[in-house]
């Protein structure tokens, strides 16, 4: 049976269609390929130093205070903290707690990005996410729509932690830039606050909640509170960390920590990233030198790079 030309699903008779494009491909032979494992080792191992280095550099001071019998739930209190070496600005003061697990896949959906950009939601069906907070009584009571909705909203942190030298005076600390600019200008917007439903909170763009809103992907993590950006000096000698303690954390055995850091060109402090640098270097490094000594000792024979190639 004749099959029709113009029915045939064939391509058509082009050097793009029918694959014969002149291409290129390395041939990884051994001299090329010891010489690439040293040069990586070569390059890897002193960028992993460096970055070992700056991050000893980094000054970091870690200060749990939940279990302080002085701070307790319910209490204020004033911790004093004598900084062995001073810190220059800038100066971040962040919250850490631990075993939150912010990355549980129910607690991470939970949330309505268009509430959060200010717009009125009266959906229930686009509201399924915010489950289980999404009114306060369970009914579809669109008066009765909880703002924000959905577990991470409603579980902001809200200690409030304060700041002052060894004479009581307040270190002036500032909100403004610790919350991604991306999140503030496209992700959150205020609530109308004449706006429908039971309005808990309606200031979307107040940085201490978005950068909450921005989940954790571990269940121990610290997130940015306050920038000190050295308006009386470096801090120095004795501070005094005050505490207004309001968040419970011995329901699901988690800790609660200040933390005072300064940064460098990698970030904070994290080694990790430059041990894993010298790690992969010398690995590379010594397979490089093995491979050479044994292609040195006995080559293997390779076959002509001309049977790669062949004309149809």
């Known amino acids: 049976m004749a099959i029709d030309k113009d029915s045939s699903k064939r391509p058509a008779n082009t050097a793009f269609k029918q694959q014969r494009l002149k291409a290129w491909e390395p041939i990884l032979t051994p001299g090329p390929v010891i010489i690439a494992f040293i040069i990586i080792g070569i390059v ?22 939940d279990d302080n019998p002085n701070c307790q739930l319910g209490q204020k209190c004033t911790i004093n903290y004598t900084l062995p070496a001073e810190m220059e600005s800038p100066v971040y003061l962040y919250y850490k707690l631990d ?4 990355n549980h896949r129910r607690y991470v959906k939970s949330r309505n990005d268009d509430q959060l950009r200010g717009i009125e939601v009266t959906d ?7 489950e289980p907070l999404i009114t306060t009584d369970g009914s579809e009571d669109v008066n009765k729509i909880l703002v924000p909705c959905g577990l991470i ?5 809200n200690d409030s932690i304060s700041l002052a030298d060894a004479s009581g005076n307040l ?10 600019q991306s999140d503030i200008d496209k992700k959150f917007k205020n609530y109308p606050e004449n ?13 201490d909640f978005i950068v909450w809103m921005r989940t954790a992907a571990l269940p121990d993590f610290k997130k940015l509170y306050r920038i000190y950006h050295g308006e009386n000096g470096p801090l120095s000698g004795t501070i005094q960390i005050r ?5 419970p954390v011995a329901s699901f055995d988690g800790k609660k920590y200040v933390v005072l850091s300064t940064t460098s060109w990698i970030g904070g402090k994290n080694p990790f990233l430059g041990y894993a640098y010298i790690i992969v270097g010398i690995i590379c490094f010594v397979q490089g030198v093995v491979f050479a000594i044994k292609h040195k000792i006995s080559p ?3 076959g002509s790079p001309k049977y790669l190639e062949w004309n149809k």
């Open 171 to 180: 270190i002036n600390l500032t909100k403004k830039g610790i919350a991604w």
């Open 124 to 130: 229930f069906s686009k509201l399924k996410d915010c």
């Open 243 to 247: 505490i207004d303690n309001k968040y």
């Open 153 to 157: 909203a409603n579980s902001v942190f």
């Open 195 to 207: 706006g429908v439903g039971v309005i808990n909170f309606s200031n979307f763009e107040d940085e």
């Open 44 to 65: 890897f191992i002193p960028i992993g130093a460096a970055i070992i280095n700056s991050s000893n550099k980094v000054l970091e001071h870690v200060i749990r205070y």
């Open 99 to 102: 075993n939150f697990y912010q």
């Open 300 to 302: 293997r024979v390779l």
